[in-house]
């Protein structure tokens, strides 16, 4: 049931009691080559992944938090550009129980870290660069100095190459 009709609504009946809905299982279900995603970007040409690649790919992603310990509840953090990976990284994020949230790599190191420890990440994803308006934008430094903190002990980053 949906909601319960004989609780008035000014007494704040609850919606969807007892419902459990995993993004990624719904998102993962179809393993055809029927097109997923469509990405494209300054520096790279359009691309299609199918449903059985984004399948594929995000069970590796899942394999790899696991093997860092992550489980259900444990949050993932990306900064990075909008592309592929960062979904299929929160898919397998996901698809394991954990949170995932993320920063835009454009804003600076500081604001990142404040963004982080509002949700205490175990794992932080990174990009080595990305184009932003014809301009190419250097995440090295922003992570390193982000890693110096003393907030990240005992923290994993992963910086894939582009």
Known sequence: MVIDLSIPLNDLPKWFEGAKLNLAENLLRNRDDRTALITTGEDRETKRVSYAEMYETVKL??????????????????????????IFAMLGAVSIGAIWTGALPLIGAEAALNRFKQVSPRILITIDRFRNN?????????????????????????????
């Not at 489980?71 to 592929?84: A, F, L």
């Not at 014809?134 to 582009?162: W, Y």
């Open 61 to 86: 992603y899942a394999a790899a938090f696991r093997k860092f310990g992550i489980k259900k509840g444990d949050r993932i953090t990306g900064y990075m550009s909008n592309r592929e990976e960062p």
């Open 134 to 162: 014809e301009e190419e934008i250097e995440m090295l430094e922003k992570v390193k100095e982000i890693a110096k903190s003393d907030f990240f002990n005992n923290f994993i980053f992963f910086s894939l190459k582009i």
